[in-house]
């Protein structure tokens, strides 16, 4: 499963989970920055990507259009890089099964609540 992060979230996050999902990129990567919705959503589709972001438009295309691409759709506001990371992470096994998953369109991942993390 190769990822394809949206520009609303840091490059660094291929790397940062490369030891799970390797051969993922960002858009910045392929010079896609700045481009439309359209055109990411295309690109992964023919690349057999997976669109991750934590823009609307991607969840609600996945609604209108369906897969491919999959849409991993992040509800997690203005979290940093680190816990997106870990978030992807710990959610590894889902994701894999979303993407085995020949149904599935979208997938979202959310933080736990501040309560849920002190303890």
Known sequence: MKLFFDENLSPRLVARVASEFPGSIHVESVGFRGRADAALWEYAR????TLVSKDNDFRQLSFLLGPPPKVVWLSVGNAPT??????????????RR?????????LVLGLPEADDRRG
Request: no cysteine.
């Open 46 to 49: 023919a690349e057999g990507l």
């Open 82 to 95: 680190d816990e997106i990371v870990r978030l992807i992470l710990d959610r590894a096994a889902d994701l």
């Open 98 to 106: 979303f993407d085995a998953d020949p149904e599935a369109g979208l």
